[in-house]
């Protein structure tokens, strides 16, 4: 028996927003933006929540997988922008969707979020206790975003997307190329002691006995350059210990579906496995860095319009606030 993904699913809010759009409002440039991060453009929600989102990915990659949400055992939404503190928004996605028999929770793994959650889902399903899952990465992070720091505001798009998986029999899994869909390998970590290059707030301690009780900033604050050198170092190291533990080098991988964070953290992470930067693919220009939906979104864009075959060798590899980051090697 293996974990294959059966389907995939994406929504993005209406509004488009231009790097113009965004000079309009703080001290920028389209020249600066695209250099530094390769971003052109990201969608921004009007009224979309990051359940609401969320639950149109799902139906997507159910009916891309030709599931139904009845037969749902397991709904993890990975976020950390949520609308609602309680319940979580898997539970809110359940509802939407009308999922009566699936378990629901939420992970908050930042831009590594998806990929955690997919692990998770994995750990779960090779216990025998779900047979499928779907797996979300959902973020409205524009209202996490102060809109007149330009050092982060530009950076930041919302958005949804899912995955449906299933355990199948190995006769199920077997591709054309001789290779067995599923998971390969896995790889993850977090160094806490760092999580403050990439911080939001959400409340202090507050309560009738509560003594110096500094309430936190309800915005997004980074470090860049704290982040970029551990993306530049971490990443290629982690994908490079998932290849080894698969028993596989980087030319054996058909595609590289990384988190889309900037351009620049993507080509150097090719640079240092010395794979070809067309195996890197992007989205980032016209979706901008939706922490944990950019992996699945961009899965379901490549899915969608045929770049994927079964068989594939995919490295997924995400990286962001916590600080965490992870690598999977997976057969399409
Ligand atoms: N427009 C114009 N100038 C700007 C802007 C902007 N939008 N933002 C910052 N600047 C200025 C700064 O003020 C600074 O000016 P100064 O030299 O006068 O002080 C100058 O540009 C250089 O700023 P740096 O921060 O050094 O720029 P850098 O080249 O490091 O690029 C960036 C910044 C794009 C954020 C980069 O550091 C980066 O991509 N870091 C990684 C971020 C990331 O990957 N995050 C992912 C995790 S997200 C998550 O988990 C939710």
Redesign the pocket.
């Known amino acids: 028996m293996t974990v294959k993904i059966s389907g995939t699913g994406s929504a993005l809010p209406e509004k488009t927003v231009t790097n113009f759009d965004?000079a309009k409002l703080?001290?920028?440039?389209d020249e600066?933006?695209r250099e530094?991060?390769g971003i052109a453009e990201r969608r921004i929600s009007t009224k979309d929540t990051v359940s609401t989102l969320a639950a149109k990915a799902c139906q997507a990659a159910l009916e891309n997988a030709g599931a139904s949400a009845e037969e749902v055992e397991l709904i993890i939404v990975a976020t950390?922008s949520p609308e609602l503190l309680l319940p979580c928004c898997a539970c809110q996605v359940q509802s939407i969707i009308d999922a009566p028999h699936a378990a629901a929770f939420d992970i908050n793994a930042?831009?590594?979020g998806f990929l955690f959650a997919l692990n998770t889902a994995y750990a779960y399903m090779n216990t025998g206790l779900y047979k499928n899952a779907l797996i979300v990465g959902s973020e409205v992070?524009s209202k996490l975003v102060d809109w007149s720091d330009?050092?982060?505001?530009?950076?930041?798009g919302d958005g949804a997307g899912a995955a449906y998986i299933q355990m199948v029999d190995d006769k199920d899994a077997q591709c054309e190329n001789g290779r067995r869909s599923g998971i390969e390998s896995i790889v993850q970590g977090s160094d806490g002691a760092r999580g403050a290059a990439?911080s939001?707030g959400e409340r202090g301690v507050s309560n009738p006995f509560a003594v110096d009780s500094e309430q936190p900033s309800k915005y997004?604050h980074?470090d860049?350059?704290e982040?970029?050198k551990f993306?530049t170092r971490q990443v290629p190291a982690c994908i490079s210990e998932a290849l080894d533990k698969a028993g596989i080098g980087a030319s054996d991988v058909d595609k590289f579906v990384l988190?889309q964070?900037?351009v620049?953290?993507i080509e150097s992470v090719a640079k240092r496995l010395k794979a070809d930067i067309s195996k890197f693919p992007m989205n980032l220009d016209r979706v901008g860095?939706m922490?944990s939906a950019t992996i699945p979104v961009l899965l379901d864009e490549l899915n969608r319009s045929g770049q994927l075959k079964r068989g594939d060798r995919l490295v997924l590899s995400g990286?962001?606030?916590?600080l965490t980051y992870g690598a999977s090697v997976i057969v399409w």
């Not at 330009?150 to 930041?156: D, Q």
């Not at 990286?319 to 916590?322: E, L, V």
């Open positions: 965004m703080v001290d920028t440039s600066w933006i530094r991060t950390c930042a831009c590594s992070l330009r050092s982060t505001c530009v950076l930041f990439l939001c997004i980074m860049g350059q982040v970029y993306a988190h964070a900037n620049r953290i860095n922490s990286f962001g606030a916590g």
